[in-house]
């Protein structure tokens, strides 16, 4: 949700006034004076267009309505829409269209039961390309379709990113700080994490070989920090 007190960062970020703000909007500037000062709220629609012409990164987006977020999301919907937010190994995909909130990306994936092992693997590039994550919000979220689990193995292996590449090493400290909010609503329930059913030989294998993280969050996984392509020295 974009704050009056956001929106006025965002603007004065940008060099804008508010009446260079406000006919780009198409509103009276008094309005984005009440805005920002918190006597109107920002409209979704409103939100976007300052995303938009303030060139704003896709996190000052509004996440949609929890009906939204409680949709179960196709893989070819997932994929396409990391190209759109930029992720390498998708880009190529990217069709004309409007962008999500990162979290809204990340948490209809997060929802899957199985999920293509690439797709898998670029969750946690959400987290580590993008900044201003609402840490509160995204972990309530989470907690409110049990994904607490999903979502912290995911900031884990970001975490591990964070600390090995120096490109996202300003990501550190916040990804440990949302790890930290999620670790008190750990489930002690076993779950799984993307890839695709599996025996009984293969449970023992990957709960005897899944990484410290994965057993930590009870996920029946062997994704590692390694196996993600941006874990090495470039973005």
């Known amino acids: 949700m974009m704050t009056g007190e956001r929106l006025r960062k965002y603007r004065q970020s940008a060099g804008w006034t508010q009446a260079r703000l406000a006919a780009r909007l198409g509103v009276a500037q008094a309005y984005v004076s009440m805005m ?10 409103l939100a976007r267009q300052v995303t938009s012409v303030l060139r704003l990164p896709a996190t000052a987006l509004p996440l949609p309505p929890g009906r939204v977020l409680d949709k179960p999301a ?4 997932v994929a396409v829409n990391l190209g759109r937010l ?13 962008k ?11 929802a899957r039961r199985r999920l293509d092992p690439r797709l898998a693997e670029a969750l946690a590039w959400l987290l580590l390309q993008f900044e201003d ?3 509160a919000g ?3 979220e989470a907690k409110s379709r049990d994904l607490q689990n999903r979502l912290g193995f995911t900031v884990s292996l970001a975490r591990d990113v964070a600390r090995h590449n120096p490109a996202y090493q300003h990501r550190s400290r916040p990804l440990e700080a949302l790890e930290e909010l999620l670790k008190p609503s750990r489930l002690a329930g076993e779950d799984t994490y ?3 059913e599996m025996g009984r030989g293969m449970l ?12 930590y969050w009870n996920l029946l996984t062997d994704l590692k920090m390694e196996h993600l392509p941006y874990a090495g020295s470039h973005p």
Do not use: C, M, T
Not at 74 to 77: S, Y
Not at 207 to 213: D, E, G, I, L
């Open 86 to 98: 930029g992720y390498p190994g998708f880009r190529y995909l990217s069709k004309p269209g409007r």
């Open 204 to 215: 023992a294998w990957v709960r005897k070989n899944r990484s410290k993280a994965a057993a």
């Open 74 to 77: 196709d893989e070819d919907w």
């Open 36 to 45: 920002e000062q918190g006597k109107r709220p920002v409209p979704a629609r």
């Open 194 to 196: 993307g890839g695709s």
């Open 138 to 140: 995204l972990v309530a």
């Open 100 to 110: 999500l909130h990162p979290a809204e990306l990340l948490l209809r994936a997060l």
């Open 133 to 135: 994550f609402d840490a």
